[in-house]
């Protein structure tokens, strides 16, 4: 295997225990902070050549919330370290009983190609903050992103793989599936796999080679967020939130709202405002406009293009393969049964279908996979920020990886949310400490005292029903009162 060896050295830096004092930990965090305030120019380049990120999205996703990361993590790392001590029973009162944040060990991080910057460095954080050794698989397609990762990153971390004596904590692997593969045939202590469109197929193969080495694994999948709007709502700021939060780096984004739930009559309502948000957002022309993106690849333009061919085309459907451009599109009255909702879009095509009420709404969530997502616009019958019984319902009726009412995307923002998928849009979960456990064996911990040993008696044979009777009373567990929902 051609990455036997970088696995090794990795494997036997990470035993050397260089990587587990805080102070080795701060030094590699802190050199990933001069990684975005040094390169910040070359990413923003570099996601531009990609997908014509636009600049403001590129600074906000890629630099901005990283750096959050950072400092949250830097924030917390050392109350994060600390030994955890628990309760204990009457027998162990003068004994320590505590858990100890180990690290696991050599993790691989595999990062898809939509936030390459984010989506491998988020994870990285907290696998480095954790004490680990880790291999960063950056993605092929967005090929400039990719190779200016390789050839940068190595400068900042500790990356002395390949010298027996200096052994470094952390590798960069490029290339596509082949090399992947071949990663993944290596035994891992951890793996961290972030797909895009079409990513549970992927998951499930990366899950079948963590199995072979009964690797634990974190799977970001993605899947299709629905966005019910009800009847009480004010059309105009949905409309711009709804824009907002699809059009968003040109659609490719896994926690997009990738289809609208609304009745016939809201239908017709948020038509004009959509259409006025677009406008607003992106001018007349959005070919034009410098705020919006392109699609990464052709194949993917292909693969999206082909998901407009059902419903009504009632804002948009403009394309350009040689641009790899599709305009912001709206597409009404859609079926269950037609192209746009039998996959993930993952582009700049948002479908509406018509229900009849929230319970229909509901149903027709429950009746399809769990999202990674799942948002809800009502307008609010107490005051603010109460939310509605509308959100309320939505929120305890369904299962999705994250919720948010009354706007989009920006649950992702907040590093005291765990964000993460459930079922087929995922397992696991990470951001701020999140991610530190994530990567992280929380291990529990007894330390005795050796003397006192009367009070071990109990517990040794021969057994009597006396001895039952102390051992029940030091060790059993009663409850300590009742819980109350307020």
């Known amino acids: 295997n051609p990455y036997a060896g970088l696995v090794s050295h990795l494997r036997a830096s990470w035993l050397s225990g260089k990587t587990r004092p805080m102070e080795y930990?701060?030094?590699?965090?802190?050199?990933?902070?001069?990684?975005?305030?040094?390169?910040?120019?070359?990413?923003?380049?570099a996601t531009e050549l990609d997908m014509g990120k636009p600049s403001f999205e590129a600074f906000f996703t890629e630099i901005l919330q990283c750096k959050n990361e950072?400092?949250?993590?830097?924030?917390?790392?050392?109350?994060?370290?600390?030994?955890?001590?628990?309760?204990?029973?009457?027998?162990?009162?003068?004994?320590?009983?505590?858990?100890?944040?180990?690290?696991?060990?050599?993790?691989?991080?595999?990062?898809?190609?939509?936030?390459?910057?984010?989506?491998?460095?988020v994870p990285l954080i907290g696998a480095i903050a954790a004490g680990n050794c880790?291999?960063?698989?950056?993605?092929?397609?967005?090929?400039n992103t990719e190779g200016g990762v390789a050839e940068t990153l190595s400068c900042y971390l500790d990356n002395r793989t390949f010298s027996v004596s200096l052994r470094g904590g952390f590798a960069v692997v490029t290339g596509g599936v082949p090399e992947t593969t071949s990663l993944l045939e290596n035994k891992f202590d951890y793996i961290f796999f972030t797909g895009t469109s079409r990513s549970p197929p992927v998951g499930r193969i990366v899950m079948t080679a963590a199995a072979k080495h009964l690797t634990p694994v974190t799977l970001e999948l993605g899947?299709?967020?629905?966005?019910?709007?009800?009847?009480?709502?004010?059309?105009?700021?949905?409309?711009?939130?709804?824009?907002?939060?699809?059009?968003?780096?040109?659609?490719?984004?896994?926690?997009?709202p990738d289809y609208l739930l609304c009745t016939v009559e809201m239908q017709d309502k948020l038509m004009p405002a959509l259409r006025e948000a677009i406008t607003e957002f992106f001018g007349p022309n959005p070919r034009e406009s410098p705020d919006f993106g392109r699609i990464v690849s052709d194949k993917h333009f292909r693969r999206i293009r082909a998901l407009g061919g059902g419903?009504?085309?009632?804002?948009?459907?403009?394309?350009?393969?040689?641009?790899?451009?599709?305009?912001?599109?709206?597409?009404?009255?859609?079926?269950?049964?037609?192209?746009?909702?039998?996959?993930?879009?993952?582009?700049?095509?948002?479908?509406?279908?018509?229900?009849?009420?929230?319970?229909?709404?509901?149903?027709?969530?429950?009746?399809?996979?769990?999202?990674?997502?799942?948002?809800?616009?009502?307008?609010p019958h107490l005051p603010f920020p109460c939310p509605s019984q509308v959100v309320n319902q939505v929120l305890e009726r369904t299962s999705s990886g994250g919720f948010c009412g009354n706007d989009t995307?920006?649950?992702?923002?907040?590093?005291s949310l765990p964000f993460g998928g459930i079922?087929?849009?995922?397992?696991?979960?990470?951001?701020?400490?999140?991610?530190?456990?994530?990567?992280?064996?929380?291990r529990g911990c007894l330390h005795r005292n050796m003397g006192l040993e009367t009070l071990n008696?109990?517990?040794?044979?021969?057994?009597?029903?006396?001895?039952?009777?102390?051992?029940?009373?030091?060790?059993?567990?009663?409850r300590r009162g009742t819980c109350t929902l307020l």
């Open 134 to 143: 880790a291999i960063i698989k950056p993605s092929e397609i967005s090929k």
């Open 25 to 45: 930990r701060v030094a590699q965090l802190e050199a990933l902070g001069r990684f975005l305030d040094e390169k910040k120019q070359e990413i923003l380049e």
């Open 70 to 121: 950072l400092n949250v993590t830097l924030g917390g790392l050392c109350h994060w370290m600390k030994d955890e001590h628990v309760d204990k029973n009457l027998v162990m009162q003068l004994d320590s009983a505590f858990i100890r944040k180990d690290p696991g060990g050599v993790v691989l991080i595999i990062a898809p190609w939509n936030y390459p910057i984010q989506l491998f460095l």
């Open 223 to 256: 899947g299709k967020n629905p966005c019910y709007v009800s009847d009480t709502c004010d059309v105009t700021n949905v409309a711009r939130r709804v824009v907002w939060g699809r059009f968003f780096n040109a659609g490719q984004t896994c926690i997009a």
């Open 409 to 415: 995307l920006m649950h992702f923002t907040l590093t």
């Open 423 to 442: 079922g087929n849009s995922g397992l696991g979960k990470y951001h701020g400490k999140f991610t530190f456990d994530t990567f992280s064996h929380h």
């Open 311 to 379: 419903g009504r085309v009632a804002i948009g459907g403009q394309t350009d393969e040689a641009e790899r451009y599709i305009a912001p599109t709206v597409l009404a009255d859609v079926l269950p049964s037609d192209p746009a909702m039998q996959e993930e879009i993952f582009g700049p095509i948002l479908p509406i279908v018509v229900i009849a009420n929230m319970d229909e709404a509901i149903d027709f969530i429950n009746a399809r996979p769990r999202p990674l997502a799942i948002y809800a616009f009502s307008f």
């Open 457 to 478: 008696t109990p517990r040794y044979p021969p057994y009597t029903q006396q001895k039952l009777g102390l051992l029940t009373t030091t060790f059993e567990v009663k």
